[in-house]
């Protein structure tokens, strides 16, 4: 089910029940001008789907500034106070070590 995303990074969201997960891929730049829209897209399936995790695929993300950071910590926020937990999967090497830096993270960079 895809969500209104014409100048956002959110691609698409694939709700799974029996499991309660949510997925949400995002690609190209994750910064100050999509943030916004990513972080609606979050709250959107916290409230639409209730579920366990959310996982966050960035494999097609190009770009994580600082104001895409600190979105994903709302977003993590948001999450938990649902007790959802919120991860960020499948995101490349040089994002992943952002990520690990800014402690959001939970996996070490996958080399290939």
């Known amino acids: 089910m895809p969500y209104n995303s014409a100048s ?7 709700a799974n029940p029996a499991e309660g997960t949510v997925r949400l891929v995002l690609s ?13 897209s979050i709250i959107d399936a916290l409230r639409r789907h209730r579920p366990a995790r959310i996982d966050i695929d960035l494999a097609g ?9 600190h979105g994903l910590r709302l977003c993590r926020a948001d ?4 007790d959802c937990r919120l991860l960020i999967v499948r995101a490349p090497v040089a994002i992943m070590r952002v990520l690990q830096f800014a402690g959001l993270a939970e996996n070490p960079p996958e080399t290939t």
């Not at 956002?8 to 694939?14: F, L, Q, R, Y």
């Not at 190209?28 to 609606?40: E, K, L, S």
């Not at 993300?61 to 950071?69: F, I």
């Not at 999450?79 to 649902?82: F, G, M, R, V």
Request: with cysteine; glycine share 6%; charged share 15%.
């Open 8 to 14: 956002a990074a959110v691609v698409t969201d694939t």
């Open 28 to 40: 190209g730049t994750v910064d100050a001008q999509r943030v916004r829209t990513v972080h609606c």
């Open 61 to 69: 993300a190009t770009l994580l500034d600082a104001a895409g950071l």
């Open 79 to 82: 999450a938990a106070q649902l």
